[in-house]
């Protein structure tokens, strides 16, 4: 099973992709009309609000025809912001879709912070990284800034998966992340 994950910029009617897989041209892009030649089969927007410069209405229209499921996550990008509330249910989102045989888009507004923490909180929670292997593995593919609470938050999940044993866990094998 191959496991994609992409954070990208949208702008427009245009879409970089930055795929976060070894099979896949690091430089994909479509319009906002059709993702599904890349494969997409599911979104996380982690950006939902109303479209002002900080958020982003992703319009459900245009991945419904195309069979694309949708989450949409109403995240600040604000250092106060709890976003660890969603860490487990974004996480479980895309674990579901990886697990079938799916490929999942993750953005927000610029694709730094928001989505990037949760992609992070994905490798964590799903695949067994610490916090610092989980950021060392997505920078390799794309430069990425969590603002400094998410990244606080992060920490502070790394310290209770750390505490139950969970990074001493076995990697599941089929997975190329
Ligand atoms: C989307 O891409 C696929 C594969 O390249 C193509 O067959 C399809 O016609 C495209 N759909 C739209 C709406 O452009
Ligand atoms: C996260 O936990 C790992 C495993 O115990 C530890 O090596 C690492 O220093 C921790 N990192 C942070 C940022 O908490």
């Given at each position: 099973?191959?496991?994609?994950?992409?954070v990208?910029?949208?702008?427009?009617?245009r879409w970089?992709?930055?795929?976060?897989d070894?099979?896949?041209?690091?430089?994909d892009?479509d319009d906002?009309?059709?993702?599904?030649?890349?494969g997409?089969t599911?979104?996380l927007?982690?950006?939902?609000?109303?479209d002002?410069?900080?958020?982003?209405?992703?319009d459900?229209?245009?991945?419904?025809p195309a069979?694309?499921?949708?989450?949409?996550?109403?995240a600040s990008?604000?250092?106060?912001?709890d976003?660890?509330?969603?860490?487990?249910?974004?996480?479980?989102?895309?674990?579901?879709?990886?697990e079938?045989?799916?490929?999942?888009?993750?953005?927000?507004?610029?694709?730094?912070?928001?989505?990037?923490?949760?992609?992070?909180?994905?490798l964590?929670?799903?695949?067994?990284?610490?916090?610092?292997?989980?950021v060392?593995r997505?920078?390799?593919r794309?430069?990425?800034?969590?603002?400094?609470?998410f990244l606080?938050?992060?920490?502070?999940?790394n310290?209770?998966?750390?505490?139950?044993?969970?990074?001493d866990?076995?990697?599941?094998?089929s997975?190329n992340?």
């Open positions: 099973m191959s496991i994609m994950l992409m990208i910029i949208k702008v427009r009617l970089w992709v930055m795929l976060l070894d099979d896949d041209d690091d430089d892009d906002g009309a059709n993702l599904t030649h890349i997409v599911h979104v927007n982690a950006a939902e609000g109303a002002d410069n900080y958020h982003v209405t992703a459900k229209e245009i991945y419904r069979g694309i499921k949708y989450k949409g996550v109403e990008d604000d250092t106060e912001f976003l660890s509330k969603h860490f487990n249910n974004c996480a479980d989102y895309i674990a579901d879709a990886l079938g045989g799916g490929k999942v888009m993750v953005f927000c507004k610029v694709g730094s912070s928001r989505s990037a923490a949760i992609v992070l909180a994905f964590m929670l799903k695949r067994h990284y610490t916090a610092p292997e989980a060392k997505v920078r390799s794309r430069e990425i800034c969590p603002n400094d609470g606080q938050q992060l920490c502070d999940l310290e209770t998966l750390k505490s139950i044993g969970h990074f866990k076995k990697r599941p094998q997975t992340m």
